[in-house]
């Protein structure tokens, strides 16, 4: 009977130590804009703020005036270049480059052409449609829109650290350059600062 009993309790505290080490994930959908910050590390928040404040930087600037009245019923034609990542961290700077040109576009005062990345791919299907499609549907070579202006920019951090306080500051710049000129007609900056705070001890 001692034995049987025995065998129980080990039977009963070996299932409670195997869910004990079971870590179950929970997983709830939030909103997109939903601000939320876990390790003080680049996000999206970052993302959503340094892409709106260079967007409306660039359209207040004077530049796209200056344009269309040496252009009259043109919009200036913009190419993303290089967003480099210079910073501590790994950014993908890619995502800040296609909400910038998203919301170019969607502006209406600016048109855009495929940057280098997209641009080889249609060069080839077009180029490839003088072969195989018919000669109606065929897209002419030699059309392409040439841009007026480059867009690139870079992501840098500076860091400075004492104790168990930590402030992390991110400067995001970008800048359009007239591509027959190499004239600087914009550049800005948006800077992200966090302080972070972690406890010594740990539970």
Same mark, same amino acid.
């Given at each position: 009977?001692?034995?049987?009993?025995?065998?129980?309790? #080990?039977?009963?505290?070996? #299932?409670?130590?195997?869910?004990?080490?079971?870590?179950?994930?929970?997983? %709830?959908?939030? %909103?997109?804009?939903?601000?939320?910050?876990? %390790?003080? &590390?680049?996000?999206?928040?970052?993302?959503?703020?340094?892409?709106?404040?260079?967007?409306?930087?660039?359209? #207040?600037?004077?530049?796209?005036?200056?344009?269309?009245?040496?252009?009259?019923?043109?919009?200036?034609?913009?190419?993303?270049g290089t967003f480099l990542n210079? #910073?501590?961290?790994?950014?993908?700077?890619?995502? /800040?480059?296609?909400?910038?040109?998203?919301?170019?576009?969607?502006?209406?005062?600016?048109?855009?052409?495929?940057? =280098?990345?997209?641009?080889? %791919?249609?060069?080839?299907?077009?180029?490839?449609? =003088?072969?195989? !499609?018919?000669?109606?549907?065929?897209?002419?070579?030699?059309?392409?829109?040439? !841009?007026?202006?480059?867009? =690139?920019?870079?992501?840098?951090? &500076?860091?400075?650290?004492?104790?168990g306080q930590m402030v992390r500051?991110?400067?995001?710049?970008?800048?359009?350059?007239? /591509?027959?000129? &190499?004239?600087?007609?914009?550049?800005?900056?948006?800077?992200?600062?966090?302080?972070?705070? =972690?406890?010594?001890?740990?539970?």
């Amino acid at each position: 009977m001692k034995r049987l009993s025995l065998y129980g309790f #080990s039977l009963v505290l070996f #299932s409670v130590l195997l869910l004990s080490c079971q870590s179950p994930v929970s997983v %709830s959908r939030i %909103s997109a804009d939903t601000d939320i910050d876990l %390790s003080g &590390n680049w996000n999206d928040t970052d993302i959503r703020i340094v892409a709106e404040a260079l967007v409306d930087s660039s359209l #207040s600037s004077p530049w796209i005036t200056q344009y269309k009245m040496a252009h009259p019923g043109d919009n200036p034609v913009v190419i993303v270049g290089t967003f480099l990542n210079r #910073s501590s961290e790994h950014i993908d700077t890619s995502i /800040i480059a296609k909400r910038y040109e998203m919301a170019l576009i969607n502006s209406g005062k600016v048109d855009m052409v495929a940057d =280098q990345s997209f641009r080889a %791919s249609v060069r080839e299907e077009r180029e490839e449609q =003088q072969f195989f !499609a018919s000669e109606e549907t065929a897209k002419a070579l030699g059309k392409e829109i040439g !841009a007026d202006y480059l867009l =690139q920019g870079s992501v840098r951090t &500076n860091l400075d650290q004492s104790g168990g306080q930590m402030v992390r500051t991110y400067y995001v710049s970008a800048e359009l350059i007239d /591509i027959e000129t &190499n004239k600087k007609v914009w550049v800005g900056e948006e800077t992200i600062k966090k302080l972070i705070k =972690q406890s010594k001890y740990k539970l």
